[in-house]
């Protein structure tokens, strides 16, 4: 996002912080930032601060820089992939400078060495402003938005984490089901692997995700989560159940959905 935002030219000065100096040191490198800075420098010397850590430090780690945060702040961004539950502690603590933000874009692997801008371009971006975000700070977030390429979309805390449970955190469980059955099978049988294509490869890339960002998604967004994996399994039980007949005309039916789906993801393209 940093980079993204010089490469555009939106803002001139990008300041980072990272647990990991090699992280820092990379950023810098590849202009991803600007300079280095303390996590106080930073919330003292901005307007808009975008928190990009793994969700579960963002509440204890807000606690430490609000009391700190210089005049200029205006507005407070996070990444995290859930909303529900983390804007509610947000909020409390940034108060109408708080607006969510979630990417969907990504890749299975993590780290700087793995990021690039070209992912975010295109990508929808869900704003999620709370009851109390101000004007100001929800203009900069779109902002924010649209500088990287974005489109984006607005929704409320809840509705954000339902939908993602379906298109973003069950992609996940299913990958990592489907990996766990490959490698029991694999241990029975050790032509297994040599039998792996794209298939596979597709399905499972998710499963190579950090393991604290399962974690993370699940610890907040559990009620969604086990609904759409409820569903989930109705529908390979009915599918192991059905005559062929049936199978075929389940196939087609999904064969459409996921077109339609694709083609109307498309159209919001079309339309920025």
Known sequence: MGKGL???RSVDRVLGWDVDGKVLEHALSSKAITSIASPEETVEETELLIIATP????????????????????????TASTKSALSKELSLIWKEKYVGL?????KEKGGIQNATT?????????????EI???????????LICALGML??????????????LTSHLPMFVAISLALSAFKG???????????????????????????????????????????????I??????????????????????EARESLLKRRGEISDRN
Request: some cysteine; aromatic content about 6%.
């Open 6 to 8: 010089l490469e555009s």
């Open 55 to 78: 969700p579960s430090k963002m509440t204890a780690l807000s606690k430490t820089l609000a009391p700190l945060a210089g005049k200029n702040l205006k507005a407070v961004v996070d």
């Open 102 to 106: 979630h990417p969907m874009a990504g």
């Open 118 to 130: 070209e992912m975010l371009y295109g990508a929808v971006c869900a704003l999620v402003p709370t």
């Open 133 to 143: 975000s101000d004007g100001e700070a929800t203009k900069m977030a779109k902002d």
């Open 152 to 165: 984006p979309i607005i929704t409320a805390p809840e509705e954000h984490d339902e939908i993602v449970a």
């Open 186 to 232: 694999a241990s029975k049988n050790r032509k297994l692997p040599y039998f792996i294509a794209g298939g596979f490869k597709d399905t499972t890339r998710v499963a190579s995700c950090p393991p604290w960002l399962v974690t993370d998604v699940w610890e907040t967004n559990r009620g969604f989560i086990k609904k759409a994996i409820k569903e989930f």
């Open 234 to 255: 109705d529908i390979l039980s009915k599918l192991s159940e059905v005559e062929p007949e049936s199978l075929s005309d389940l196939a087609t039916e999904a064969k």
